[in-house]
């Protein structure tokens, strides 16, 4: 069976100590068995934050990592870097990356390859925007974005990614997809991971919803045969919001 898992994105908000301060509120709380829970901070934040969630089974993670190991890559943060404050997963190819720092397809696959030499697991975003929704393109965009990324990992690699998709015309709009459209992109999703790797990778890997998630929509989403998580940005920067998600997961 697949462990449901709720990841929040706190995309470039909250300073080193404000963000301990959400954990220090969240604890013991956002911890209920046969959920996973992940907090994904901005890097300035990931040393306190992984301090402070010892000893707690919330998993800490990164939004973003560099696909080359070290070099001269200015302003950069590499997968080794990651893994040795203790960070667990990694987001790669967030739909903002894609649009405002240029992250294509084979960058993204890099970034995924990076990932697993470091010991970390990535999070990894797909989806249509508006017009291409409107165009019916979404399931072929989600299907290009998927061979892209997992390309030239082993069927065990693919079996252990997580999967996000998120139409990128609900990302911090207020607007979410059904859960039943939700539901039928993200079965098409797992077809492809099939196609590619196999029965038991496509049931294996985890397949997250993210757009506008809010704790009065999450469990509608999970309780989808194909939705095993949802990755959440706005509602997961406030302590009872972020316990609420994890609570309607279970
Ligand atoms: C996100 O940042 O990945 C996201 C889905 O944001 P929001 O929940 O605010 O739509």
């Keep these: ?52 969630a010892e000893g707690t089974t919330i998993a800490i993670g990164a939004q973003n990592v560099h696909y080359e190991d070290s070099g001269a890559y200015t302003g950069e943060i590499s997968g080794g870097m990651l893994k040795e404050l203790g960070v667990k997963y990694v987001i790669v190819g967030h739909s903002e990356r894609r649009a405002y720092f240029g992250e294509t397809d084979e960058i993204v696959n890099k970034k995924v390859h990076a990932a697993f030499r470091h010991g970390l ?83 294996a890997i985890r397949i997250q919803y993210g757009g506008s998630v809010k704790p009065a929509n999450v469990a509608e989403y999970l309780g989808q045969p194909n939705i095993d998580g949802a990755l959440v940005g706005g509602a997961s920067l406030e302590p009872a919001s972020y316990v609420q998600l994890i609570e309607g997961a279970k």
């Excluded at 990841?7 to 954990?23: C, D, H, I, P, Q």
């Excluded at 998927?146 to 990992?153: D, I, K, M, P, S």
């Design 1 to 52: 069976m697949r462990k449901p898992i709720i990841a929040g994105n706190w995309k470039m908000f909250k300073t080193s100590s404000e963000a301990v301060s959400f954990l220090a509120e969240v604890k013991g709380k956002a911890e209920i068995d046969g959920v996973e829970s992940v907090i994904c901070a901005p890097f300035t934040a990931l040393p306190s934050l992984v301090k402070a």
């Design 121 to 203: 697991t990535p999070i990894v975003c797909v989806g249509e925007k508006l017009e291409e929704r409107e165009a019916g393109q979404t399931k072929e965009v989600c299907r290009v974005q998927t061979e892209g990324a997992l390309q030239g990992l082993s069927a065990a690699q693919a079996a252990e990614v997580v999967i996000a998709y998120e139409p990128i015309w609900a990302i911090g709009t207020g607007k979410s997809s059904t859960a039943a459209d939700a539901e039928d992109v993200i079965a098409y999703i797992r077809s492809v991971v099939k196609d590619l790797f196999g029965q038991s990778t496509a049931d």
